[in-house]
């Protein structure tokens, strides 16, 4: 954004301002070289704040700050209190923290004030405020503030009715996405349009192992996957479709390393493993002698241990936790 031409001292309104300057100490070991721009903002904004004043010449003053740093909070504090003071348009204030936030999206300090003002203006603004970290979002897919701002109005305000077609949108763009696949997950459990977890798990689950099948590497879909069963470990282990889907990618990659770490977290709840299973891990089992004679689950933790270095000592020390009875 473009800054004033002329700085605060030439301001009419700020003639009966004696700006107050920056006081460091008597002997500063590293003192920051300001702009003289900035110091003369700072200085008239002292005054002004020290004085606790809330009028329309504060109210520039805190704009002309603003622009010169975006993340100077007590600016931004000070800001709201003349808002409230002078009962100022807030829709108007929305567009220019908006301005302010294309320019710095990543600000916790605008990102907060944009919350503050969202809370304000209630729930008629709630698809607004979607567009706007909609646009954020399609310049950066996973900036934390748009986010959790977004997650934030829904919850508060509402405008849930098209989230879930969103979602399907960012990952259709981008199934790594791993930010829409826990954005997908909050949809399906709080909107209360959906009917909750119970009712999306089967429709989910069909979602999500198609997404597994087409791209086996990617993480997120396989967590999700698991996600989609927290707390009722039971119905993970009944669900056939879950082992039948690690069974598909082992037989085109018997190192997927997801799909291991799946099934051995199903064999210790208690699946008993399938003909086409141990005939799909054969090959890894006969390929290195330590796993002749082992159990199934034994096998997965040593394939493991090959498969996935980074981890190799939590699959050894997994490995000895397992018991015997598991086959």
Request: overall charge negative; charged content about 25%.
């Amino acid at each position: 954004m473009e800054h004033a031409k002329s700085g605060p001292s030439s301001w009419p309104e700020l003639a009966d301002v004696v700006p107050v300057p920056q006081d460091d100490g008597p002997s500063p070991v590293v003192p920051i070289a300001y702009r003289n721009d900035f110091r003369e903002v700072m200085d008239y904004f002292r005054a002004l704040y020290f004085a606790g004043e809330r009028s329309p010449r504060a109210l520039r003053l805190t704009s002309e700050a603003i622009e010169l740093n975006p993340g100077n909070y007590t600016v931004w504090h000070f800001r709201r209190l003349i808002l409230e003071a002078l009962g100022s348009n807030l829709l108007e204030e929305r567009d220019f923290v908006e301005k302010i936030a294309e320019c710095n999206p990543k600000n916790y300090q605008i990102w907060h004030h944009k919350r503050w003002l969202a809370e304000k203006l209630g729930p008629g603004v709630a698809n607004k405020e979607h567009e706007f970290t909609m646009k954020i979002l399609a310049i950066d897919a996973k900036n934390y503030h748009a986010w959790s701002h977004r997650q934030w109005v829904l919850q508060t305000l509402g405008g849930w009715e098209s989230e879930l077609q969103y979602c399907n949108q960012l990952l259709e763009e981008d199934v790594f996405n791993n930010s829409a696949w826990n954005q997908r997950y909050l949809v399906i459990t709080r909107s209360p349009l959906l009917g909750g977890l119970t009712v999306m798990r089967d429709s989910e689950v069909d979602y999500t192992i198609e997404s597994i099948v087409a791209n086996p590497q990617n993480e997120s879909p396989w967590r999700y996957l698991k996600g989609l069963y927290k707390g009722e470990n039971n119905l993970l282990v009944a669900d056939e479709r879950i082992s039948d889907v690690c069974v598909k990618v082992l037989k085109n990659d018997w190192s997927c390393v997801f799909a291991l770490s799946l099934l051995l977290d199903l064999l210790r709840l208690g699946l008993q493993p399938s003909d086409e299973l141990k005939v799909t891990l054969e090959p890894a089992r006969n390929s290195d002698p330590e796993m002749a004679g082992a159990d199934l689950a034994t096998t997965i933790c040593c394939i493991l241990q090959k498969c996935d270095p980074l981890r190799v000592n939590y699959w050894s020390w997994y490995k000895t936790t397992l018991s015997s009875h598991i086959s």
